[in-house]
């Protein structure tokens, strides 16, 4: 098949889910063409079967806001047209679900299928946002498939829009064969190496937006660090990390609390830690808390959206009302003062990781939704 493939390209779960199934899909022989105004971060060295088509944006006076979302259309339709796409799959629904319509009227009906995958924000905020509502509505309803990351946001997104269109459920997946623990020494294996390092590594992972809570991680590490000694990694950005900083200072966390900024590459930072945090206020399935997972790192978080589904209570990670900071604390404790307990709750979210979650078990999902569309199977 010929997939066309619409995302956001920077640090985001979206563009990580986008990227990585297109990653797949070329090496299953599938020609799969990214268009972007720029090339996805994860989306690395030569492939065959892979393209890259940007989208040029010429600026003009007249436009105080250039139309980025026009041009896309316009490329869309030239590459439905010249590479002869069977698919566009947009990833997240604004704007790339609407350009893909768009792209559709363009060439004509018959020529392209669309499936749209809904991530979580472009639901619960954006799309329900009045500014968007009645947009997003319009183009889950055009697309010839609909896909949500779990099962909260498939039922969230039936009781935000009254839409008859059936949204079916296809997980977020990981490649657990890459994502493993540190050789010999991390995850669930190492516990060994984590009874005899002084510090424990507490990792969070975000855009850094409001609806990560970000200062509740810091709260949750001040309260564990007066307890094990440990540091905590702050990886990526977004406008509230200038909160997020002031807290550390304001605590005295300075010397055990590291800003990374947004980072491509991941795993050596998960290799090391020994719990991932994830306090969110949404999170319709909770990415970067999978890889986490996939490498051995049992999770604690809130208990919201679909992170439930990813993250077994009690048994791969703990859960706890939005802005509990003191009972993730107490998780947390439960998880580094206790080996036992540490060495099952790693081995659980390495093992739910790859018997739930694995690329190999989720991508042939997608596989069929295209070849149903298209009325091969
Ligand atoms: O967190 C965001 O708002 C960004 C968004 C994205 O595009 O990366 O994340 C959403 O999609 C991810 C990939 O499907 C999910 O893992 C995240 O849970 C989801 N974020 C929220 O629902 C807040």
Not at 97 to 118: M, P, Q
Not at 168 to 177: C, L, R
């Amino acid at each position: 098949m010929k997939v066309g493939i619409l995302c956001y390209p920077s640090h985001g779960g979206s563009g990580v889910v986008a990227t990585e199934l297109g990653k797949y899909l070329a090496g299953r022989g599938h020609q799969v063409h990214f268009i972007n105004y720029q090339q996805p971060f994860r989306l690395r060295g030569f492939n065959p079967r892979i393209y890259y088509h940007e989208v040029e944006l010429s600026p003009y006076p007249l436009f105080k806001y250039p139309p980025y979302t026009l041009a896309l259309v316009n490329k869309v339709a030239a590459v439905i047209r010249e590479a002869g796409l069977d698919i566009i799959h947009a990833h997240y629904a604004i704007p790339h679900s609407l350009c893909a319509y768009l792209a559709r009227e363009l060439v004509g009906r018959d020529r392209v299928k669309i499936i749209t995958t809904l991530h979580g924000t472009d639901i619960t905020l954006v799309g329900s946002d009045p500014s968007f509502r009645e947009i997003t509505t319009f183009s889950i309803q055009e697309s010839d498939a609909v896909t949500a990351v779990s099962r909260s946001l498939a039922e969230e997104t039936s009781r935000i829009f009254s839409i008859d269109t059936r949204v079916e459920v296809i997980y977020n997946f990981v490649d657990t064969k890459l994502y493993t623990p540190k050789p010999g020494a991390g995850g669930a294996a190492g516990e060994g190496r984590r009874q005899a390092q002084r510090e424990r590594v507490l990792l969070h992972i975000s855009n850094f937006r409001p609806v990560k809570r970000v200062q509740d991680v810091i709260r949750v590490f001040a309260r564990v660090q007066a307890e094990v000694p440990a540091r905590l990694v702050m990886v990526g950005d977004g406008i509230e990390h200038f909160g997020a900083a002031q807290l550390v200072r304001e605590l005295g966390l300075k010397e055990k609390v590291s800003f990374l900024g947004n980072q491509d590459d991941v795993l050596p930072l998960l290799r090391e830690a020994d719990l991932f945090l994830l306090p969110s206020e949404k999170e319709s399935f909770g990415l970067a808390a999978l890889e986490a997972m996939a490498c051995g790192l049992p999770v604690v978080a809130s208990r919201v959206g679909g992170v439930p589904e990813v993250v077994e209570e009690g048994v791969s990670g703990y859960l706890y009302p939005v802005g509990d900071v003191a009972g993730m604390a107490a998780g947390c404790l439960a998880l580094l003062q206790e080996g036992e307990r540490y060495r099952r709750f790693s081995l659980a979210a390495r093992e739910g990781a790859v018997e739930r979650f694995d690329s190999g078990k989720i991508i042939p999902e997608y596989e069929r939704l295209y070849a149903s569309v298209i009325g091969k199977i």
